[in-house]
């Protein structure tokens, strides 16, 4: 028998699943533009006969459907291409961020002339010749010691603003760590909700795991992330083998660090576990660990000393290096040499031309606690040129032998340290300098062209992305003209259909009324 | 693939960015005249051009130490050439003198004329050379004396004697630095005399190639001379200086009482200083060989130089310099570009279905 109100109910269902359509379509086209949105899509089923399987089923009558009904209302979109894109947008966020620091670092050492510590090496020497051809000159002995001074302030300058932005290298460390927790919180929460709301309405909460998706790939610029969701519908997600966070369990990274000289802390360590107890673990950077991401760039550049990956110490042993060598040799051959009397005070040899800003006394056979940061020039020579020593025999107009103010010996000598091939482990001091220039053009060469690279993978990942789960307004509104006209035909339906009833109900029967 | 507006957006912004840098480079590569902007652009340019750089400085420190060199060298060459003019007159009144010996009014002359030219020979000596002096070696300076004066490297020191006539004379002794050239027995001072005479100031003219620009005045006094002959006709040779031979030339001269150590007197021994003279000058015309001899080392070494900057010049422009023709040819490319990209891009995003559907 059919039921009085089957067709009724037919049209009804119809009604409301284009009308479930149409909200759909307006959703999707009001997101259009919004990030991490993924298109959704209406699945509709028509209903099984509702007898079909049963045991009183009418063996002639033909059987119906009972109209349409939702069966989900699912996103379009794939895990695969998620993943990809993370992968690759953490290799690109390490390279990225690697190329800030380093386009900083190259800033120091270039200027408008081609490069600053090179230029200031010739200077130092192009001031011992002029001390060659006049030795007793006070104004060339003046240029000389501001040649000297322009030498040892631009190695200041570099080597402190290097510490500088270790320390701030340092800091980055720090943010990120406390980003990545409040990131894995919000994760925590939205597990919540996702999990209440899909296990209520049997439904998946689309917008909600949108949400989680922009998270974990805000995270993948980050660190290395792996995550799964098992079969009864938890959410793990684990940072070098670590569960940061499972389910609505959330174990947050912590830091170890140092404290340094002013009481602040720094040399900040990530790991996971209590940083007071030695069963802290801290994070694994390279192969089989963390390969990537913005935390492992800032970890490099304030850590690494690798000439293959280079990092702020790299280069500031490299400046160390040359301090070092311009402190033994300069003064191993000034301390030959004898001061003039010029100035009215006694001729003395074994001076020093180059010392420290520290107050232990320098000793030119161990040099290894000069810096470029602490290396200055005498102060004897600031306050006084004539305490440069030029001559290679003691200074005094009241001996004949000593009648030596026109002695350039040593000045000579000095001059000719810059031809010098065999100074310490740099060979010569230009070549030294010029090689620390190429160093940071070649290092950050080869780093933009990675950005450049993989900028490109990431993109063509992202619009493979943007391919399945993009919001196309042609197709929206096509579909929405297709919901329009099933609705209308579905309303059309139910008129029909109450009108039939209308006929069965008000003019049935009525013979003789 | 399926495609959608925000893929043909983004492909826009992403190509859009690619032209633009590729224009914001060609921009600062024209108007900075330079390759490279930075140094991470091409570091192979930056290797040549640093090279080239350090080997410009290098050559125009190398430039002005010739220059400079050349000019010492020919205040100390003029010098050489007033000692040799000196000691040309002089032995020419030394053959004259000895013609004329029994004048006495003219022999007095000429005694007076070769005193002064001995005091001209000390004049030239401490000849300087703006304010250093050129003869005295590492005394460049000479020094203060106790009167406040300047007291130059080259001085005179003269000692009273008394001739064969009872008449007081002066002899004069050439002191250098305050130590006594002339016949000095002690041999500290001989030692000290020596290694003195040896300095010069050295400029680095080339790689580790170090050039005198001095002479020293005590070598270019130096010579050898017979005194006279011995009982055997041997000549007795002595080490002397020209300045004692002036001195003793002068007061022969004057005072016809001297005698030499093998006896001459008169007219033959003035006779006998002829010789010691051209032998000076013989000396002096060397020294002024090798002078000559220096400064056209130092010609061809500027002439060198002076290619050498060309050529690093030229490297470094090739390592540095943009060429203008084809950096303006990708402009214009890289602007047809720009302007098709913008073009082509309005189109394909404006339009959209909804603006058909009435």
């Known amino acids: 028998m059919r039921p009085t109100f089957f067709g009724i109910e037919v049209a009804r269902t119809g009604i409301t699943v284009s009308q479930k359509g149409l909200d759909v379509t307006g959703h999707n086209v009001s997101n259009a533009d919004t990030a991490g949105y993924t298109r959704q899509r209406l699945v509709n089923t028509a209903y099984d006969p509702y007898n079909a399987n049963s045991l009183l089923r009418p063996l002639d009558a033909a059987m119906v459907g009972g109209g349409a009904r939702i069966m989900i209302l699912d996103q379009i979109r ?144 980050y660190v290395d992330i792996e995550y799964e969701e098992t079969m009864d519908n938890k959410f793990i997600l684990k940072i070098d083998g670590h569960e940061i966070v499972n389910h609505i369990t959330h174990d947050p990274m912590t830091m170890q660090h140092s404290i340094d000289s002013n009481g602040n802390p720094h040399n900040f360590v990530p790991g996971f576990g209590d940083p007071a107890l030695p069963s802290f673990v801290p994070l694994n950077f390279g192969a089989g660990g963390i390969t990537g991401g913005e935390l492992k760039a800032h970890i490099d550049m304030r850590d690494s000393n690798d000439p293959e990956h280079p990092g702020i110490p790299y280069f500031m042993e490299q400046m160390n290096t040359l301090a070092q060598h311009l402190v033994k040799y300069v003064n191993e051959q000034h301390m030959k040499g004898w001061t003039s009397t010029t100035s009215g005070n006694a001729s003395q040899t074994g001076q020093l031309f180059f010392e420290t800003y520290s107050t232990n006394p320098l ?18 020579i600031i306050d006084d040129p004539y305490n440069i020593a030029a001559s290679s025999v003691m200074i005094d107009t009241s001996n004949p032998a000593n009648m030596q103010k026109g002695n350039n010996e040593n000045s000579l000598a000095l001059y000719e340290l810059l031809d010098r091939q065999d100074l310490g482990t740099i060979g010569s001091y230009y070549d030294f300098a010029s090689s620390i220039v190429t160093d940071i053009a070649v290092t950050l060469n080869r780093c933009n062209s990675s950005v450049k690279n993989q900028q490109s993978v990431v993109d063509t990942a992202d619009n493979q992305r943007a391919s399945i789960s993009g919001v196309s307004l042609d197709e929206e509104m096509t579909n929405l003209i297709t919901y329009q006209h099933a609705f209308s035909g579905a309303s059309r339906v139910l008129t029909t259909m109450d009108d039939a009833l209308d006929n069965i109900i008000n003019r049935m029967g009525r013979v003789g009324l | ?113 070769i005193k002064q030219m001995r005091d001209q020979l000390l004049n030239t000596l401490n000849t300087s050379f703006g304010d250093k002096y050129v003869f005295g070696g590492f005394n460049t300076v000479g020094k203060t004396g106790t009167g406040g004066e300047q007291v130059p490297p080259f001085t005179m020191e003269t000692e009273s004697y008394v001739d064969g006539n009872g008449v007081t004379r002066e002899r004069g002794y050439l002191c250098f630095n305050g130590v006594r050239v002339s016949d000095n027995t002690n041999p500290a001072e001989n030692a000290l005399l020596n290694s003195l005479s040896q300095e010069t100031i050295k400029f680095d003219i080339g790689t580790s190639t170090d050039m005198d620009v001095t002479f020293h005045g005590l070598e270019l006094m130096k010579i050898n001379v017979q005194v006279g002959e011995d009982a055997m006709g041997n000549p007795i040779m002595k080490d002397t200086n020209i300045f004692d031979l002036m001195d003793d030339f002068y007061r022969c001269l004057e005072d016809d009482t001297q005698r030499d150590p093998g006896g001459l007197s008169g007219a033959s021994l003035i006779n006998s200083f002829v010789s010691p003279l051209q032998q000076s000058q013989n000396s002096i015309l060397s020294s002024l060989a090798e002078v000559g001899g220096r400064t056209s080392r130092l010609d061809l070494v500027d002439s060198r130089y002076s290619q050498d900057e060309i050529n690093y010049t030229q490297m470094k422009s090739d390592a540095e310099d943009a060429d203008m023709e084809d950096v303006i040819t990708r402009l214009k490319m890289a602007e047809a570009v720009y302007q098709a990209s913008l073009a082509v891009g309005a189109q394909v995003i404006q339009p959209s279905l909804i603006d058909f559907l009435k």
Request: net charge negative; no cysteine; aromatic share 6%.
């Open chain 1, 78 to 221: 794939s895990s695969f291409l998620d993943r990809q894109f993370r992968t690759e947008q953490t290799a690109l966020s390490d390279w990225t961020t690697r190329s800030e620091g380093l386009t900083y670092i190259r800033g120091l050492y270039e200027n408008a002339d081609g490069s600053s510590i090179t230029g200031a090496i010739t200077g130092l020497f192009d001031g011992f010749n002029a001390m060659v051809k006049e030795s007793n000159d006070g104004q060339q002995r003046s240029y000389i010691r501001s040649q000297a001074q322009v030498l040892t302030d631009s190695m200041n300058h570099i080597y402190n603003r290097l510490e500088e932005q270790q320390g701030d290298q340092d800091l980055s460390v720090k943010t990120v760590v406390e980003r990545i927790n409040t990131l894995s919180e919000h994760l925590v929460e939205l597990n919540k909700s996702i999990y209440r709301s899909e296990a209520l309405s049997n439904q998946p909460a689309n917008d909600l795991r949108d949400k989680r998706n922009l998270i974990l790939d805000e995270m993948a610029t």
């Open chain 2, 1 to 113: 693939m399926r495609v959608t507006n925000s893929i043909l957006v983004s492909n826009f912004l992403s190509n859009h960015h690619t032209n633009m840098s590729k224009l914001e480079k060609l921009q600062v590569q024209i108007a900075s005249n330079r390759k490279f902007a930075h140094i991470e652009d091409d570091p192979i340019s930056v290797i040549y051009s640093q090279q080239a750089n350090y080997r410009l400085q290098r050559l125009s420190q190398y430039q002005e130490n010739v220059t400079m060199a050349q000019s010492w060298l020919t205040q100390g060459e003029t010098a050489m050439m007033d000692l040799n003019k000196v000691i040309t007159s002089s032995y020419e009144s030394a053959i004259d003198a000895a013609n004329g010996y029994e004048n006495n009014a003219d022999r007095n002359n000429v005694a007076q004329y």
């Open chain 1, 363 to 380: 000793d030119i056979n161990d040099v290894s606690n000069v810096t470029a940061g602490n290396i200055k020039l005498l102060q004897a």
